[in-house]
């Protein structure tokens, strides 16, 4: 994907990253930043809901915007912890870009409108459905947040609480904006996304995926995805309502928010 850098915006520069936001920084060796978005993506799931205030929820109506779309619960601490800054990044964005909130949670719709009002979300939130979870691969973790690009394609997914910094970085990368010294990668996806990729998968660390089937691939690959982010609710996606309570407190304590990151001006 090729970066456009457009005259008379003004530059930022991203301050030191941690190794978490971008790959790319080695420990005890500084490199380039880096984002990455997926190769050839695929479009995103269509779907219709019903938000909060009543109105439709669609990929359709934000066309030609980037869009984040953001699977999250009220009782998730990380989920929690980064509504500030996507409320930000909305407003900061919002000609350009669309997030949407889709809400894994039981279905108290008071409950959400009064958190939703209580957080000053200004965005569309509507109750993710067993289906849309399923499209979008099972949401082994909260929150998990997809990007899509002008064109309603996933270009690259995070599961767990991200540094505004990287979100940003993305968004500003998709609009042709300018994002510093950040570098852009793209990569094929072998189950990163969708894991009914995984059959394209070549590398994964500690296994020898050329002597795998293609349905053993997807199955390395979804333990791999389900282990791979240590910063959000994994196990409490799919659990009960009645057994949240319990592990909130720590889960919460796990994810504590990273210090924040930001841009500025060169």
């Not at 005890?28 to 479009?43: A, H, K, M």
């Not at 980037?66 to 000609?95: H, M, S």
Request: glycine fraction near 6%; include cysteine; charged fraction near 25%.
């Amino acid at each position: 994907m090729k970066r456009v850098l457009h005259s008379g915006l003004v530059p930022f520069l991203v301050i030191p990253l941690l190794p978490c936001l971008f790959p790319s920084f080695a420990a005890g060796q500084e490199q380039q930043p880096t984002i990455r978005f997926v190769r050839n993506p695929d479009p995103a799931p269509e779907f219709k809901l019903t938000g909060l205030d009543g109105k439709p929820v669609t990929l359709a109506d934000s066309k030609g915007k980037v869009i984040l779309l953001n699977f999250w619960a009220t009782w998730c601490g990380p989920c929690r912890a980064e509504i500030p800054d996507l409320v930000e990044l909305q407003n900061k964005y919002k000609e350009r870009l669309q997030i949407l909130g889709l809400v894994v949670d039981d279905d108290d719709q008071d409950a959400i409108k009064e958190f939703a009002e209580k957080f000053g979300i200004n965005y569309p939130v509507a109750l993710a459905t067993n289906d849309i979870r399923l499209q979008y691969g099972g949401i082994a973790a909260l929150p998990t947040s997809f990007v899509l690009d002008g064109e309603g394609r996933i270009v690259q997914k995070h599961e767990g609480l991200r540094d505004p910094v990287l979100y940003e970085t993305e968004i500003r990368s998709l609009l042709g904006l300018s994002i510093g010294n950040v570098k852009v990668e793209t990569f094929e996806d072998t189950g990163q996304i969708f894991l009914k990729n995984a059959e394209r998968a070549s590398e994964l660390p500690g296994v020898d995926l050329s002597k795998l089937t293609p349905e053993q691939k997807t199955v390395a690959l979804h333990k791999f995805n389900a282990q791979a982010c240590s910063c959000g609710c994994r196990a409490l996606a799919a659990a009960p309502s009645h057994s949240r309570s319990a592990a909130f407190t720590t889960a919460t304590a796990k994810s504590a928010k990273p210090p924040p990151l930001k841009l500025s001006p060169t």
